[in-house]
């Protein structure tokens, strides 16, 4: 079991930069890719970033290409998303997701899941 706790959401001013953070426990966190999604209300959970286990590889979901980045830090067991240039529209729960192997823009392809943090963009 992998277990995956967020943090860093909060209310902020659209313009603005916020971290969120995703820290992970239990099994070995070597070989997993992680993933961030977004669900808003009464919308599909929405794939955000993924990056490899080594980081090598990241991925961006085309409303936040330029805007957000995804890092990782194995030795912490931690990855990261840094947002810039906050839009209203990205106000949503947002959850870190792991998966053994490559990342993925897939929610069913994510196995272990964190219960999510909130993010409030107001403009």
């Known amino acids: 079991q992998v277990q995956l706790v967020e943090s860093g959401g909060r209310l902020v001013q659209a313009g603005g930069s916020l971290r969120l953070s995703c820290a992970a426990s239990?099994?070995?966190?070597?070989?997993?890719?992680m993933g961030w999604f977004r669900q808003a209300p009464g919308k599909e959970r929405e794939f955000v970033a993924a990056?490899?286990?080594?980081?090598?590889?990241?991925y961006y979901g085309d409303s936040v290409k330029g805007r957000f980045t995804i890092s990782r830090d194995n030795a912490k067991n931690t990855v990261y998303l840094q947002m810039n240039s906050l839009k209203p529209e990205d106000t949503a729960d947002y959850y870190c997701?792991?998966?053994?192997?490559?990342?993925?823009?897939?929610?069913?392809?994510?196995?272990?899941w964190g219960q999510g943090t909130q993010v409030t963009v107001s403009s």
């Open positions: 990056i490899s286990w080594s980081g090598g590889s990241s």
């Open positions: 239990g099994r070995t966190f070597s070989g997993y890719a």
């Open positions: 997701a792991a998966r053994y192997g490559s990342g993925s823009y897939y929610v069913y392809e994510y196995r272990y």
